[in-house]
Each structure stands twice: as structure tokens, then as C-alpha cells.
């Protein structure tokens, strides 16, 4: 079956590092998304990984290892308003979404 | 960049009426937009992958005839949620396939729906 596997919630304190792990297991694989949503508000795109390896982009970075089946978003100096929730997707061979449930991160001051 | 507007953002009605929801890319044509229920606390949930100018398919457990969907031309999509009942009350977003950006898909600000 298909499966995606993250944290339900992380706590982090402001201006500190956090990393957010993904597993997944899906048929097929054509990459994988990270999406931020803040509570009541529709996703909005983080990145898109479909080879191995670290994306830079700002303050947030993916990894991606397609032999383990695992990503992480990783957030540095971060900020209250990164408090959100964080959504790992894996596009299957039929180039669908699957959704992980997202993680919860809370930003303490 | 890619935009997707949905409209209205929320409606509230009364159960056993119909409301339909639009969602529109702006700025570019898209194929394929598919259509996500939001319940508290969860994730998404893909009700229907809709394709322009053919019947959209739904993901198993999503009555058809209860959430008709139309995707008439390559920047319009819409969902009528018929017979609503409270139960049906939930987040609705869109997403859509930009022709260009082929894996990305890129999301409409959601529609909250209250069914009284």
C-alpha cells in the first residue's frame, strides 16, 4: 500500500534549528513536495526533490534519499510565523499526490 | 507565478441546498485540477481528479452524484456540493497542473463550507 509517515507535532524554540522527517513508500516515485499551511489557510509550496540530496532555498532546505525513502525539511533561525503545519507529499507513478497528515510546528518564544 | 483563486472563500447554508464552488487558475491553463476535502486537524483529502473537457474521477468513497464537478474550459473548475448536509461542512481547495510545471500542483486559498 502507500504510505507516508511524518511526526504529528515538534515544538521548537524561535531563532533555533528544526528538522521534520518524512518517510514514505509509495508506487512509484516521480519526487517529493514539502507544503506549509497555516491553520485555515490552503498549502502553499515549500519544495520539490526528485533527485538525492540537500535544496537550499533561504532558511529552508530538503533532503531527499530515494534508496531510504526518506526526506526532511529542515527550518533554520526560526521565526514565530514559521509556526505552522508542514505536509509531506510523494507523487506516485500516476503522477498523484499522496499526503502525509502533517506535522504540527509550534514556534515558542 | 501560478494562481489559483477559488470563490466564494466561505458560504454558510442551510442543509438540503446546492452550493457550487468555482476555482479558476489565472495566469495559466491547466489541464487537470483536482479537488481536496480538509476536515480539523487532518490532512488533505483528494475527493476528485478533474480533467478538462472529459469526466472527472473520483477517489473511492466520494459519492459522484452528491459532489458534481465541471471543468469546462483549460482555467475553470467548479464543484457543486448538492443536498448538503451538515456533515458535508468542511475545507474545500483546489489545486491545479500548471501545462508548463508538470509535477507541481498549485493550490486555491480554500473554501470554508458551514452546512447549518
Known amino acids: 500500500g502507500q504510505n507516508i509517515d511524518q511526526p504529528t507535532e515538534m515544538t521548537a524554540t524561535e531563532g533555533a534549528i528544526v528538522q521534520i522527517n518524512c518517510t514514505y513508500q509509495?508506487?512509484?516515485?516521480?519526487?517529493l513536495f514539502w507544503y506549509q499551511q497555516h491553520a485555515g489557510e490552503a498549502p502553499t509550496f515549500l519544495s520539490y526533490n526528485v533527485l538525492d540530496g540537500l535544496e537550499e532555498k533561504g532558511r529552508f532546505s530538503s533532503f531527499l534519499s530515494r534508496s531510504k525513502g526518506y526526506s526532511y525539511l529542515l527550518l533554520k533561525e526560526l521565526q514565530m510565523k514559521d509556526s505552522a503545519s508542514y505536509l509531506c507529499?510523494?507523487?506516485?507513478?500516476?503522477?498523484?499526490?499522496?499526503w502525509g497528515a502533517g506535522t504540527k510546528l509550534i514556534i515558542k518564544p | 507565478g501560478a494562481v489559483v483563486s477559488q470563490h466564494p472563500s466561505w458560504v454558510i447554508c442551510k442543509s438540503g441546498t446546492s452550493v457550487k464552488i468555482e476555482c479558476r487558475s489565472l495566469?495559466?491553463?491547466?489541464?487537470?485540477m483536482f479537488w481536496y476535502r480538509q476536515f480539523p486537524k487532518q490532512s488533505l483529502m483528494l475527493m476528485a481528479t478533474s480533467n478538462e473537457g472529459s469526466k472527472a474521477t473520483y477517489e473511492q468513497g466520494v459519492e459522484k452524484d452528491k459532489f458534481l464537478i465541471n471543468h469546462a474550459s483549460l482555467t475553470l473548475s467548479t464543484l457543486t456540493v448538492t443536498s448538503a448536509h451538515p456533515e458535508d461542512s468542511s475545507f474545500y481547495i483546489c489545486s491545479a497542473k500548471d501545462l508548463a510545471e508538470y509535477n507541481e500542483q498549485f493550490f486555491g486559498p480554500g473554501t470554508r463550507l458551514t452546512v447549518l
Open positions: 495566469d495559466f491553463q491547466a489541464t487537470t
Open positions: 509509495t508506487s512509484g516515485f516521480n519526487g
Open positions: 507529499a510523494s507523487l506516485d507513478s500516476n503522477y498523484q499526490l499522496i
